[in-house]
C-alpha cells in the first residue's frame, strides 16, 4: 500500500510568506499513488451512494474525473467565472483578501439528484461552501464533500458542517 502523505510536498512561503503550501504534484507524478488516492476515494464515494461526482476547478477535475470514470458516473465541472460556455449560475464567497466566485451550468443536475463534489484539498472551506451551496440552487443533493488532503487546524469543516466530508489525508 502506498502511503499517500510522503507524496505531499510542502513548499515554505508559497504563495506568500508565512504559508506552507501543501503540494500535491508529486503524488500525481508517482502512478501508484494516483492510482492509490483514487482508489479510495472511490471507495468512499461510492459507499455514499451518489449519481454524479462534480469536481472544482482544476485540481477537482484530476481526482473527480478519474473518480467518475471507476465509478462509471458523470462528471460536472464547476468552474471560475467565464469558464463555461453555457448558461450558468454563479455563486459568491469572502476571501481573505476579497472576494471571489464559482460557476455551473444550470442544466448540469437535476433536481434531487444525488452527487459528491471532490476537490484536492479543505482548506477554510470557502471553495466547497460556495459549491454546495450552487449544487443545492439546482435542486440536487450533496452526499458528501470529498478531499484528498484536509488542513485540520484551518477549521474548514466548521463551514461545512451540514455535510458529510472524507478526506484520505490530513494536516
Same mark, same amino acid.
Given at each position: 500500500m502506498v502511503d499517500l502523505k510522503n507524496l505531499i510536498r510542502d513548499i515554505p512561503d508559497y %504563495?506568500? %510568506? =508565512?504559508?506552507?503550501?501543501? *503540494?500535491i504534484t508529486p503524488l500525481?507524478? *508517482? %502512478?501508484? =499513488?494516483?492510482?492509490?488516492?483514487v482508489r479510495q476515494l472511490s471507495a468512499v464515494i461510492g459507499s455514499v451512494g451518489?449519481?454524479?461526482?462534480?469536481?472544482?476547478?482544476? &485540481?477537482?477535475?484530476?481526482? =473527480?474525473?478519474?473518480?467518475?470514470l471507476d465509478l462509471k458516473i458523470g462528471f460536472v465541472p464547476i468552474r471560475k467565472p467565464g469558464k463555461l460556455p453555457y448558461k450558468t449560475v454563479s455563486q459568491s464567497y469572502e476571501l481573505e483578501y476579497g472576494? *471571489?466566485?464559482? @460557476?455551473?451550468?444550470? *442544466?448540469?443536475? &437535476?433536481?434531487?439528484? &444525488?452527487?459528491?463534489?471532490v476537490d484536492d484539498l479543505l482548506a477554510t472551506g470557502g471553495t466547497m461552501a460556495a459549491s454546495c451551496k450552487l449544487v443545492e440552487s439546482l =435542486?440536487? @443533493?450533496v452526499a458528501a464533500c470529498a478531499?484528498?488532503?484536509?488542513?485540520?487546524?484551518?477549521e474548514g469543516r466548521q463551514k461545512l458542517k451540514d455535510y458529510r466530508i472524507d478526506s484520505l489525508i490530513s494536516f
Open positions: %504563495p506568500k %510568506p =508565512g504559508i506552507l503550501f501543501k *503540494d500525481l507524478l *508517482d %502512478p501508484d =499513488g494516483f492510482a492509490e488516492s451518489c449519481e454524479a461526482i462534480v469536481g472544482i476547478e482544476s &485540481r477537482g477535475f484530476l481526482f =473527480g474525473t478519474a473518480v467518475a472576494t *471571489d466566485s464559482v @460557476e455551473i451550468h444550470t *442544466d448540469a443536475l &437535476r433536481a434531487g439528484q &444525488r452527487v459528491v463534489i =435542486g440536487a @443533493e478531499f484528498v488532503v484536509e488542513l485540520a487546524f484551518l
